[in-house]
């Protein structure tokens, strides 16, 4: 296999993490809406671009402050390509990620949304 094969097989295999929500929390299709407000859940996010987005069940979120590097990297203090923490639906369209390194990051649902708005390279 040459090394282009190989970058082309990784990038797709990380592309089907995102396009799969990179989380060990997703209970279902329909997971938000059966999940009462301020239940906690294992989540493992993903972070290998920056911390922007989240999938909970059938519900993509975006981060209220998206964080970075500054190069698309996630920030110095954080795990990538994931950080494993937990996820408390404060709301069907709010959520907030924490871990035990202190992280915390406020989500909002986007409406209708039925993908990840970009897919990380």
């Known amino acids: 296999m040459t090394k282009r094969a190989g970058h082309i097989i990784f990038a797709l ?22 999940t009462p407000s301020g239940r906690t859940i294992p989540f493992e996010l993903y ?14 979120f975006e981060a209220e ?6 190069s698309g990297n996630p920030p110095d203090g954080w795990d990538n390509p994931t950080q ?14 924490t871990d035990d390194a202190g992280h915390e990051v406020a989500f909002r649902a986007r409406p209708g949304a039925s993908a990840f708005k970009r897919i990380c390279s």
């Open 65 to 70: 402050t998206p964080l970075s590097d500054g």
């Open 47 to 60: 972070t290998h671009c920056g911390i922007d987005e989240a999938r909970i069940g059938s519900t993509y």
């Open 84 to 97: 494993r923490g937990t996820m408390t639906l404060t709301s069907a369209t709010e959520a907030v990620f």
């Open 13 to 34: 295999t990380l592309a089907a993490g995102v396009l799969t929500g990179c989380t060990q929390a997703d209970d279902g299709a329909d997971a938000v809406r059966a």
